[in-house]
């Protein structure tokens, strides 16, 4: 799971919640100093077990280069509700809503979406790449899940219904936590984070990350017809895809290709500066094209 380093919103940053379609959305939303935005939105959006803090690091910083970002809980992730069925929490379903999301910021939105929620996002590129005025897969696959990764999700969506979500997180989740020096209040928010996931949402969420299907060529046909720009961003020792992986997705996208010195799975936490700048630097350009 991503762990942010801290939880204070920074100065510009709010905790809003985002009305759509498709049901209310907890969100963080950040704006420029001076409360003007010049340039084109930005929508963030987490992965599996994470949530809208997840880029809590990079809002300010995105946002001091003149627009408006945001970043959401998905539907069953920590505070946004979901339904008590596992089903609904397919690729397909939650792109659907980050599709209303965007409808409800009322402006094609720089996309960004990291991990599991970069399997979500392509669904709605996919589905309506004029959403979207860039799209970045950030430390996220061209299919299922691979390595260690794989194995931990496996392993959460065999014992989560024999043992329960307790003893999951009192013999693995928070030992490691606390094995890799994570603060005592970050490791009592991410425990409250995990259990306020909706358990439905956890099995299904899994179950698509283990199982997702292979649609960079899909993609890549979306983004090609519709002049996307696409960014593959991801730190230099992922251990969830392989870095390999990912630039030969970059590869079969046309997408430029950012790799974060230092980072592993989550940049926007591990090389928050680094990682805010290559996403402004290639927002910007976008909007130049």
Not at 28 to 39: C, D, K, M, T
Request: proline share 7%.
């Amino acid at each position: 799971m991503s762990t942010p380093r801290f939880l204070t919103l920074p100065p510009g940053v709010r905790r809003t919640d985002i009305e759509t379609s498709r049901g209310v959305f907890a969100a963080l939303e950040a704006f420029p100093g001076s409360g003007i935005s010049e340039r084109g939105p930005a929508l963030l959006v987490p992965g599996f077990t994470g949530s809208k803090e997840d880029f809590i690091s990079v809002l300010q910083t995105l946002a001091g280069a003149g627009r408006r970002v945001v970043t959401l809980d998905m539907r069953g992730q920590f505070e946004t509700p979901g339904p008590d069925d596992a089903s609904a929490y397919g690729c397909a379903e939650l792109g659907a809503d980050i599709a209303a999301v965007i409808e409800s910021i009322g402006d094609p939105v720089h996309l960004v979406g990291h991990s599991f929620g970069g399997l979500v996002t392509r669904e709605t590129v996919i589905s309506d790449p004029a959403l979207v005025e860039s799209f970045t897969l950030m430390s996220s696959g061209p299919a299922a899940i691979t390595g260690g990764r794989e194995v931990e999700g496996r392993v959460l969506l065999s014992a989560l219904p024999k043992v329960g979500l307790e003893h999951l997180w009192s013999t693995r989740m928070e030992p490691e936590a606390l094995a890799k020096g994570v603060l005592p209040e970050i490791v009592a928010f991410l425990r409250r984070r995990m259990f306020m996931n909706s358990h439905a949402g956890l099995l299904g969420m899994a179950n698509e990350l283990l199982s997702c299907s292979d649609r960079v060529d899909e993609l890549a046909k979306a983004t090609g017809g519709a002049g996307l720009p696409v960014l593959v961003l991801y730190g230099e020792n992922d251990d969830a895809w392989e870095p390999q992986a990912q630039a030969v997705m970059a590869e079969r996208l046309g997408a430029r290709k950012v790799v974060i010195p230092g980072a592993a799975h989550s940049p926007a936490v591990e090389a928050p500066e680094t990682t805010a700048s290559a996403l402004t630097t290639f927002w910007n350009d976008a909007e130049r094209t």
